[in-house]
């Protein structure tokens, strides 16, 4: 590397932690040059280029975005000197192998120190994480919400979304949403509805976007305490006041082995070992027996995820098709989720395979994750994509749709079988709650 030339760095992510750290550690820092950011998990987010509107002065052509599998040719033509890793839910092995390929083609690589991106606020944040997607995060983070209101009396609490910024992102910086409306402006896919719609049907409010500084300030004008609900299993992009981190028995021992999900853990001060009505026993003791082992001073809280559908016995007898939601299916790596427990719980009488009635992004979805199982995933990533999920749902032969997605997707698309929601809330059982554990640190 030259003397007279900044450091050239690539960052790696999937259009979310990555913007957030190349604003809050990069943007400013004269030594570096961002050259590149690569993008993966989520379709179509490659191709794109970080606007200059939010890159700053320092980047007036903004910053392009290139598939992750370029990695190595980024490597070679800009002479990079760093790959910066930014993105959550893969395994060690993974991010070692990612390590590997950065370290042969001749940079480093490297993790940032999470301080280094954590904001600080003016008011109390509790922020909530995950070992893994699908875990229940956002549950928790709703039941958090209701503790705060109902039984803290705080009136001013709000919602910060891990980010989703799958569309325009000069836009999408800050995002309020306080409405379907609002989603509806903001052209939001079927994965940003699953994390908003619940917050807005009874009248919360929750912020995303791209510029979490930004998002942070407009906040603060609204909370008396601010809920960090974050994505995948990453960390915080606030500095929390608490940090709570749901685990997940159905999937025993990967709290030790995914990135940033082992962090979580070791961060935690608290940890809600969610499912424990429909997980193995000794899954549940697994993962307990983990975490007590990583953080011994975490508070451990035990919890249900209760299943509740409108019409349980419609189910009975049926051939069901069960759709389920669509990150914890993909790169979450589960084959199911609350719709087959529902479907096998209510009595239905055969789950149907919906692979073989798949079309174009659909089937694509099946091939790119073939552990998913006989369970279709609420892909819609824009409307090209919801219309192969409506033609899939539709050309699937059943007599009745299972929905367990945390949104009415009726409301979306054409569905022209009848169907049952599947909804689904974090139960404590047994002691401490997370009343008590909140009350005892926020407690006025």
């Not at 798949?358 to 995933?377: D, E, F, M």
């Not at 539709?394 to 929601?421: E, Y």
Request: hydrophobic share 40%.
């Amino acid at each position: 590397m030259s003397p007279n030339r900044p450091l050239r760095i690539v960052i790696v992510g999937a259009a979310g932690r990555d913007f957030h750290d190349f604003n809050t550690a990069f943007r400013q820092d004269e030594s570096v040059e961002v050259v590149a950011f690569t993008a993966t998990q989520i379709p179509n987010i490659d191709g794109r280029v970080y606007p200059a509107a939010l890159a700053g002065p320092r980047y007036p052509a903004g910053i392009p975005i290139h598939p992750e599998s370029e990695l190595e040719a980024l490597i070679h033509r800009h002479e990079i000197d760093d790959v910066i890793f930014s993105y959550s839910d893969v395994s060690h092995e993974t991010v070692m192998h990612l390590a590997s390929r950065a370290l042969a083609a001749g940079a480093g690589f490297r993790l940032l120190n999470p301080r280094r991106t954590m904001l600080a606020s003016t008011k109390p944040v509790i922020s909530v994480g995950a070992v893994r997607t699908g875990s229940g995060k956002s549950q928790t983070s709703r039941r958090v919400l209701s503790i705060l209101q109902n039984d803290l009396g705080y009136e001013r609490v709000v919602a910060v979304r891990h980010p989703m910024p799958y569309g325009n992102l000069a836009e999408q910086a800050v995002q309020r949403f306080a409405s379907r409306a609002d989603m509806d402006r903001h052209h939001c896919t079927i994965e940003e509805r699953e994390e908003y719609e619940p917050y807005v049907e009874p009248g919360a409010v929750i912020f995303a976007g791209v510029d979490y500084e930004a998002i942070l300030r407009q906040a603060e004008q609204e909370a008396d305490v601010i809920i960090w609900d974050g994505g995948n299993n990453d960390m915080p992009f606030y500095r929390p006041d608490y940090h709570i981190v749901v685990v997940d028995p159905h999937r025993p021992g990967h709290e030790l082995r995914y990135h940033p999900g082992e962090a979580n853990v070791r961060m935690a001060d608290a940890i809600v070992v969610n499912k424990i009505d429909t997980a193995d026993p000794a899954g549940v003791d697994t993962v307990v027996n983990n975490v007590r082992r990583l953080n011994p001073r975490a508070a451990i809280v035990r919890g249900a995820s209760p299943l509740f559908v409108d019409d349980a016995a419609a189910i009975h007898g049926k051939r069901v098709l069960v759709i389920e939601d669509g990150p914890t299916l993909t790169h979450g790596e589960m084959a199911y989720g609350a719709g087959v427990v529902a479907a096998r719980q209510f009595g239905a009488a055969e789950i149907v395979d919906p692979r073989p009635y798949a079309v174009r992004t659909i089937a694509a979805t099946y091939q790119k994750y073939p552990t998913t199982g006989p369970v279709l995933p609420a892909m819609g990533y824009g409307r090209e994509q919801m219309a192969d999920l409506e033609e899939t749902i539709n050309r699937t032969p059943v007599d009745l749709v299972i929905v367990a997605t945390p949104i009415d997707l009726a409301q979306l698309i054409d569905i022209d079988k009848p169907s049952q929601r599947v909804r689904y809330e974090l139960q404590e059982i047994g002691q401490p709650t997370l009343t008590d554990l909140l009350r005892a640190r926020f407690g006025r």
